[in-house]
């Protein structure tokens, strides 16, 4: 014969002491046993070893099991959180020190599933700058894949060209470095830069900037270096301290622009990734690089490399 004052006591779910609750429903997803035994009878208010989680007597013995089972994660110091997974799930509750047991459900509104993690998919387009030779020092000229939109701006004032002071312009464009290592200085020794990456759907022999898809989101990132080389005093005295601290690039992806300047990057010498989502468009998309700050500075921001991915949700 079952003891009285076990949990398999035929009498168990006779004894309606235990009420039943509610978690989750007010957005709050991490409890305790005491909120689940405030609505008890006082004699029920107890827990050790009077209180274990289980649909019947044989859950007291695994109770890691019913958690994990019912979506519910013990949080190790006496609180418990549900899980996105949780379900409904019933607990035991002795009467006075050996008295009978008592059973509750507890009806629960588990929290959303987390939002997944969008990450990069396939590369669509990425410019290096490893296809230029130093062959006449740094000069290079546009860089492969790019018109120099330096005479276009020049020749249409209102936009841009009616500002040489602030723009300044120019196709005395330089790439730094070894090979692997080469870098985009955004300013021309002196003068700003203004590239636009050739688009595929222009037919143009070397072009560089795929056709995206229209309304696909893509994830574009660069990464860009502040020289400084103030603690090289040769090189302070031949005017080449460092970037200017007033440059900065405007990175342009179809209608989203990325801007970043000399003052968001607090290391220098060493590369930053910067990065932005933009939207595919119907018709011919766009990526543009803009320079401000260096018309009269020869050490601008040092591009790496920009790549584009698909962005996945």
């Known amino acids: 014969m079952a003891n009285p004052k076990s949990p398999a006591a035929p009498n168990v779910l ?7 609750d509610h978690i989750g429903q007010d957005g709050d997803f991490t409890f305790t046993i005491e909120d689940l035994l405030k609505n008890d009878p006082g004699g029920a208010n107890k827990i050790d070893g009077h209180f274990f989680f289980g649909d019947t ?4 013995d695994n109770q890691a099991d019913y958690l994990t089972n019912h979506g519910i994660q013990d949080n190790g110091d006496g609180t418990y959180t549900l899980l996105s997974n949780a379900t409904d799930f019933h607990y035991f509750t002795q009467i006075g020190n050996n008295g009978t047991w008592s059973n509750a459900l507890v009806d629960v509104t588990a929290p959303p599933p987390p939002a997944p993690t969008a990450h990069d998919g396939n590369l669509v387009a990425k410019w290096d700058f490893e296809n230029h030779t130093q062959a006449q020092g740094d000069n290079v000229g546009t860089p492969t ?5 330096d005479q276009w701006a020049a020749s249409h004032p209102g936009i841009y060209g009616e500002d040489a002071d602030n723009f300044g312009f120019t196709s005395n464009i330089q790439v730094h470095g070894e090979d692997g290592h080469r870098a985009l200085d955004t300013a021309g020794s002196p003068g700003n830069i203004f590239l636009q990456a050739i688009p595929t759907r222009d037919g143009v022999s070397g072009s560089t900037m795929p056709d995206l898809e229209a309304g696909k989101t893509y994830h574009a990132e660069v990464s860009i270096l502040k020289q400084d080389y103030s603690s090289n005093p040769a090189m302070v005295a031949a005017g080449t301290e460092g970037t200017d601290p007033d440059a900065w690039v405007q990175f342009q992806f179809n209608d989203t622009v990325l801007n970043v300047h000399a003052s968001d990057i607090h290391v220098g010498n060493e590369f930053v990734t910067f990065d932005t989502t933009f ?11 803009q320079s401000h700050g260096t018309h009269d500075d020869s050490q601008g921001l040092l591009i790496d490399h920009i790549q584009i991915h698909e962005w996945l949700i």
């Open 57 to 60: 007597a044989a859950d007291r």
């Open 279 to 289: 939207l595919g468009r119907a018709g011919e998309d766009d990526f543009q690089i």
């Open 145 to 149: 894949g790019f018109w120099n939109l």
């Open 14 to 20: 006779k004894n309606n002491a235990a009420k039943d």
